[in-house]
């Protein structure tokens, strides 16, 4: 799982996604996309990616403001929100080779 998939399930669920850095640090990654280290005031001495391939816990919550009845945030382990961003779960719909 790379950040890049987290961003296309963070803007297709209108999601925020956290998970926390080895650091201590806590990233963002918005219904938008970006993500974000809010304890961040200068260029960082880490890799995103390689403090994403650590990461174990997530925390999945809607954003502020939605106009549909809203979610309470969930927290999901490292295999859980693999297969949600990866769309190899039961709930990412049919396969793209399911034509039939």
Do not use: W, Y
Request: hydrophobic share 35%.
């Amino acid at each position: 799982m790379k950040l890049a998939d987290l961003r296309k399930l963070s803007i297709r669920r209108g999601l925020r996604i956290r998970f926390t850095l080895i650091g201590g640090m806590e990233c963002l990654i918005g219904e938008d996309g970006i993500a974000r280290v809010p304890g961040l005031h200068s260029i960082p001495k880490f890799n995103l990616e390689e403090e994403l391939a650590a990461a174990q816990e997530f925390i999945l919550e809607p954003p502020p403001v939605q106009l549909r009845k809203p979610t309470p945030a969930r927290s999901l382990n490292r295999q859980e929100l693999e297969t949600m961003a990866t769309g190899t779960g039961a709930s990412s719909g049919p396969a793209e080779h399911d034509d039939e």
